[in-house]
């Protein structure tokens, strides 16, 4: 079928969203803006490679190639060449793998999905939706690092932002239960087992707290989020080799690494409760991280209208939500707190469905 035929006729995209601990699948009517069809898998965070593509190509075994007429994937990392979404050849392919090195929870996990689709249904059509596209509106400031001039013009090192199809969808539902003025200023925290804070001014990213990778910002997961990067040099003279600080950072630092349980905050909330003293402060240390994070995305704003929570522990934790609440009480005034189940599915559908239009 033809990107062009896909355009015209009614629009069922299938959309995958490979995490870094699960894999989201959607059929959705994206003329109608509708979940068709749903399904999730889970497992740990640190979890063997292939297990994407593994669950993907069990969730497409019975699929009837005829009613998917194309297929959305949501990619984390889209550097400065992705700005918007893509429709998936060997170039833009080869395009996402290259930056495998800045999201490696990730970005490998979408190209395992891309390739269990190119081998499950041939012949349909796969767009690539980026999550660093949203934040391409950074000033200036906020994207660039204080850092050697020499560094940041040869390796293009400057701060991307992640999370942005889901920040970008609840912009969007804020406006919609909220009107334009009330939701004119916003701090979203996407809270999962990545976690991020984004200031959006009228709709545009302005500030957002991960950077040239998504391991920079509030402590996750596993992934230890902004630490003093001497700290690194020190570990690194004292002899850790650069895959161990990776490791170490990316799959066994955050709730996991504080807490030394668990990087599901159900969990370290449980073990809290139960006189853990290490889960209590592995909760203490991520309520701090993203109340910090939300005040700081203010001085991007000049004030804030409205909270966001979204993500799997924002949307599902009451208690995390009333922790940093508190802790911002002298910033909220009358700002209104919104919890909003996360909506890729539906930004990504409608991006594939209208990327193809374009290129018909």
């Known amino acids: ?50 297990r994407h593509a593994a669950a993907l190509r069990a969730a497409l075994a019975d699929a009837d190639a005829a009613a998917v007429d194309a297929v959305g994937h949501r990619v984390v990392h889209g550097g400065s060449r992705f700005e918007g979404p893509a ?103 996407h809270l999962g087992s990545g976690c991020s804070a984004t200031a959006v001014l009228d709709g545009r990213s302005v500030d957002t707290t ?44 955050g709730l996991l690494g504080v807490s030394g349980r668990s990087a599901d905050l159900r969990e370290v909330l449980a073990a809290a409760d139960a006189g853990d003293e290490h889960a209590a402060l592995a909760f203490d240390v991520f309520v701090r991280g993203v109340a910090r994070a939300v005040a700081a995305m203010t001085t991007a ?5 409205c909270l966001v929570f979204t993500g799997g522990a924002g949307e599902g934790s009451q208690r995390l939500r009333d922790a940093v609440c508190v802790r911002i009480a002298h910033l909220r005034d009358a700002a209104e707190v919104l919890v909003v189940p996360a909506g890729e599915e539906l930004v990504i559908a409608g991006e594939a469905a209208a990327t193809l239009g374009a290129v018909a």
Not at 21 to 35: I, P, Q, T
Not at 218 to 233: E, F, H
Request: proline share 7%; charged share 15%.
């Open 1 to 50: 079928m033809s990107p062009g035929a896909v355009a015209s006729a009614a629009v069922h995209v299938l959309v995958v969203n490979a995490g870094s601990s699960s894999l989201k699948h959607a059929l959705v009517d994206a003329a109608a803006g509708e979940l068709l069809a749903t399904g999730t898998e889970r497992w740990a965070p640190a979890d063997e490679p292939g």
């Open 87 to 189: 429709l998936v050849d060997a170039a833009v392919r080869a395009g996402i793998a290259a930056l495998v090195p800045l999201a490696p929870l990730h970005q490998r996990a979408a190209l395992e999905g891309i390739d269990a689709v190119a081998e499950a249904l041939p012949g349909v059509p796969q767009v690539a939706s980026f999550d660093t596209a949203f934040h391409a509106t950074l000033p200036p400031a906020a994207r660039t690092y204080a850092l050697p001039r020499a560094w940041t013009e040869r390796w293009g090192v400057r701060r991307y932002g992640f999370h942005g199809i889901n920040v970008s969808w609840c912009a969007r539902r804020a406006a919609e239960c909220l009107g334009p003025v009330r939701s004119r200023r916003l701090v979203v925290c």
């Open 210 to 253: 991960m950077g040239f990778t998504p391991l920079e910002g509030v402590p996750m997961g596993t992934r230890s989020g902004s630490i003093d990067p001497g700290l690194l040099l020190w570990l690194a003279r004292a002899g850790l080799s650069i895959d161990e600080l990776d490791d170490g950072l990316n799959h066994a630092a």
């Open 301 to 305: 704003l000049g004030g804030l209208d």
